[in-house]
């Protein structure tokens, strides 16, 4: 059956790194972007990052451009979420999702067909 389990999250202190994994089973990943969205508490699920199918373009929100980084590994039917320089208010759920995306509406979630059921990320000292 379907599956998407996303992984690697925890607490972490203010500027430190972490990596989450999502791992895919039940369908053909290479066939989908992935997506990556986060819920802060308090607030709506925001889109914060998307690579294409054959990981050859990734976008990413401002609120994290130029510290989070995607990546996938289709062999493994795995992708990623490099997380660098990490903040309080990047303390979050975060999910991984797969769908066929039209490009520009990455950070939209009715793009998105399969998600995972989230990993909490904690940034705090």
């Known amino acids: 059956q379907v599956q998407v389990v996303e992984s690697g999250g925890g607490l972490v202190q203010p500027g430190g790194s972490l990596r989450l994994s999502c791992v895919t089973s039940?369908?053909?990943?290479?066939?989908?972007?992935v997506g990556w969205f986060r819920r802060a508490p308090g607030k709506q699920r925001e889109g914060i990052g998307c690579i294409s199918e054959n990981g050859d373009i990734a976008v990413y929100a401002d609120s994290v451009k130029g510290r989070f980084t995607i990546s996938r590994d289709n062999a493994k039917n795995t992708a990623y979420l490099q997380m660098n320089s990490l903040k309080p208010d990047d303390t979050a759920v975060y999910y991984c999702?797969?769908?066929?995306?039209?490009?520009?509406?990455?950070?939209?979630?009715?793009?998105?067909?399969?998600w995972g059921q989230g990993t909490q990320v904690t940034v705090s000292s």
């Open positions: 039940g369908f053909k990943m290479n066939y989908y972007a």
């Open positions: 999702a797969l769908g066929v995306v039209v490009p520009g509406r990455e950070y939209y979630e009715d793009e998105y067909t399969y």
